[in-house]
């Protein structure tokens, strides 16, 4: 890892003791509901990009032929490891960088992400290699939050943005949307739940 992953690795190991409570408030942006319709989507095997603390496990659908989630902080893993009995399906949990996955070309049917692409290094690179990882008829579907289209509240975004990532190791300012283009994917959909979040879905 780069020295900058590295930085954010160790935010984000620091952070897992209290994250689940750190979250509460994105909770309130974020309806069950919503997260429900998130993992919906998930068809055959399906990759968690940064699974966290596994706040998604009771999300995933029935169904599916089972569940690979990644995350590069072992303390946010070991707290996902205490949550594994919340999934009606089968999950395996894997130490690794979204920049640098060890899986073969074309191994996943779906990538899943919820709120990660703000504190991934290099947001191309991670699209990057999700768009490497994924099946040629696979689908991304992400639920992630943006810098605000309000150009006054974008501004203060970018102003505060710096002491969120320095003490979180996330940025407030990212163009996700935009990312996913960059990174070579065909966007299907763009839905807005409201100024700073967004559902994406895309395909390779």
């Known amino acids: 890892m780069d020295n900058l992953t590295e930085k954010i690795k160790a935010r984000h190991n620091r952070l897992a003791s209290f994250y689940d409570p750190l979250m509460g408030a994105m909770d309130m942006m974020i309806r069950k509901s919503d997260?429900?319709?998130?993992?919906?989507?998930a068809r055959g095997k399906v990759l968690e990009v940064g699974v966290g603390t596994g706040r998604n496990f009771p999300f995933y659908p029935?169904?599916?032929?089972?569940?690979?989630?990644?995350?590069?902080?072992?303390?946010?893993?070991e707290k996902a490891r205490s949550k594994l009995h919340q999934s009606r399906v089968s999950v395996t949990l894997l130490e690794m960088d979204a920049?640098?996955?060890?899986?073969?070309?074309?191994?996943?049917?779906?990538?899943?992400?919820?709120?990660?692409?703000?504190?991934?290094?290099?947001?191309i690179k991670g699209l990057h290699e999700i768009r490497r990882v994924l099946k040629p008829d696979g689908r991304l579907v992400m639920l992630e939050h943006v810098r605000?289209?309000?150009e006054a509240l974008g501004k203060v975004m970018d102003f505060v943005n710096p002491v969120f990532l320095n003490i979180f190791g996330s940025n407030i300012n990212r163009r996700t949307v935009e990312n996913v283009q960059a990174a070579g994917f065909a966007i299907e959909k763009v839905e807005k739940f409201n100024d700073i979040m967004r559902f994406i879905i895309a395909r390779p």
């Not at 997260?35 to 989507?41: C, G, R, T, Y």
């Not at 029935?62 to 893993?77: C, F, H, K, N, Q």
């Open 148 to 150: 605000s289209e309000n």
């Open 35 to 41: 997260q429900e319709k998130l993992f919906s989507l």
């Open 62 to 77: 029935v169904g599916i032929e089972g569940v690979t989630a990644i995350d590069y902080s072992p303390r946010m893993l």
């Open 99 to 123: 920049q640098n996955m060890a899986f073969a070309d074309q191994s996943f049917d779906t990538v899943v992400t919820a709120c990660v692409f703000c504190s991934v290094p290099d947001p």
